[in-house]
Every structure is written in structure tokens, then in C-alpha cells.
């Protein structure tokens, strides 16, 4: 029988020939997505699993957290309480950092995740998804206790980051810093199966993905290049687009990095959206990284995400991602906008 290469194998292979890779991120690697396996499990139950709905809680966001943002939460703490790599987690779920337990050995990584992203769409049947990202903690730090200002690095000094996707596959797909691949989940033997061993963004794209209900409130950079898509063949662009929104980031990213795209979640004109909607850490960081490692851009409307220094764990940003083109061609657009 050839078994067909694992995320196990694949990351061996980045630890010895590359040196991309340390044994204890492989590990921390293969505990998160160990986790999300758990998740994938526990979200395909759905109404049989009693995991639907919403809980009375909200989240450090002022959001209602569901059943499954929860469940998912502290799957991904307990997964990785105990490998000994960790020195903090830190989420979307969570006020504040939450340090290794005292009686467990700690190391000097940082992770940090989504654990259910997309969940609005959890009660409607729509592919949600996991999203990690790890940072190492600063020399310095590592004789005394973690402090949320370890977390609060730009995104460039991340390790390694990726999501799991479930919709109808069970995906994850993964950047160590060479390069981008995905793995799809063989249920029959629980192993993630290297299925994409190059995920490219075309540098073109013809799709736009972009909540229009928010048009009144964009900056006119935003609305500068939609009009512009929308004209059409006859516009400026001079090629017909089409819009996709399916308003769960990792089901847009994915769709993105399978067959290019533009991705946006600007920063706009309302109070709540005045820095973005999205969160720098978890979310724009380890997308970021993803979409530039597969030969896209990132931006927040004029600079590189990856250069931005955090000011907070869970401060928010805009976001506008995906092939390279039409990411830079969205940017100049800022750029112009600054002169004026
Ligand atoms: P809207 C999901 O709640 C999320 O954080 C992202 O996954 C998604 O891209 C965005 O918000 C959708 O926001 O305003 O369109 O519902």
C-alpha cells in the first residue's frame, strides 16, 4: 500500500532538510491540528451533537459567543497545555493571555488562534474555520513571566501560521515560511493527507469579495476601484468581475488561495469600523502570511499588514488581501488618496 504524504512527513521534511522548521514547532504543528480534527469532529455533528446555538456569554469583543467558540476554545488550550513548547496562548475568546499552568513545562512559543472563525454561519450550515498563528517569544522574555506585550509583534516575525477549513472537506493548510500547502482530512484514518504541496495565488484575478451592504460607509479608495470592477469590460479594468461574499474569512481565503481573488474587510466610516472589522493578531497576521507566502499582497488600505506593530492583542484592522495585482493596484489607490 503507499501511504501517501502526512503532515507528519511533510514537516520532518521542512525540520531536517530545511531547518525551517525547530522539532518543537513540528510539534506544537502537529498538536494544533490534531485539535482541529477535534473541532471538525465536534462542528460536522451539528444539531445531533447538541453544539448549536448561543451561549449567554460575549466574548472580549461584545460578540455572543456560540456553543462551538467555546467547545473549540478549550479544545485548542487543552490540546496544548502539556507539550512543554508553549509559553502562552492567547484568542479571540479570551480577555487576556493564558499562560501554561504552573505543573505543566513550559517553551517558548506563543500561539495564537481563532478557534472558530465565521461562527455566525455555524447555525446555517456554512463552511467556518480554525485560524492559528505562532511568534516566538522575544530572548528577553524568556526568564520571567509572559506579559500580553510579548504577544505584540508584527506579523513578519511569525513562524508559522495556517487554518482549518471545515466545509465540505476538512482542510488545513499551512505556511512554516517556505512556501504554502494544504492537507485534506482522511477520516477513515484520521490522517491529514498532503493533497496541495504549492498553493499559488494567480497574481490576475476577475472575482471581488466584499460585503456591499457596507458601501455608503467606504473610504473612496474602496469605492474608487469597486465602481471600477463593476464597470465592467466597458471600465477602466477593462474585464467583466464577479463578487463572491460568504462572510467566513477562511471560506473567502480559501477560495482565494484555490483560484485568486481579492478579499476586503476595509477599515470604514463607522465608529465600530473605524480601524476594520478584522483582529491584526489572529486573524489579518496569520492570513497575511499565507497570501504572501502563495505570491499575493496584504495590506491594511495603504501599508504591508505584516509591518504593522500591534498596539494591542486584539486590536482590529482593515483588510485587503489576495492576488497581487489587484491588491497593489487597491493600495495605490490609498496612496493616491493620501495626496489629495
Ligand atoms: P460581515 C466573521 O464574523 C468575520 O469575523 C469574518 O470571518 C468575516 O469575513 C466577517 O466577519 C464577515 O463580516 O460584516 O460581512 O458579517
New binding site residues.
Partial sequence: MHLKKNLTHYLVEQQRKHGVVTADVRLLLETVARACKAISHAVSKGALGGVLGSLDSENVQGEVQKKLDVMSNDILLEANEWGGNLAAMASEEMDTLHRIPEHQPKGKNLLLFDPL??S?NIDVNVSIGTIFSVLQLPEESQSRDVQEADFLQPGVKQVAAGYAVYGPQTMLILTVGAGVVGFTLDRETGSWVLTNPNIRIPEDTAEFAI?MSNQRYWEPAISRYIDECLAGKEGPLEKNYNMRWI???VA?VHRILSRGGIFM?PRDQRESVRHG??RLMYEANPMSFLVEQAGGAAVDGANRILDIQPTGLHQRVGVVLGSKNEVERVQKYHLEAQKD
Fill in positions: 472563525d465565521g455566525s460585503n462572510a467566513s474569512m473567502d474587510y472589522k478584522l
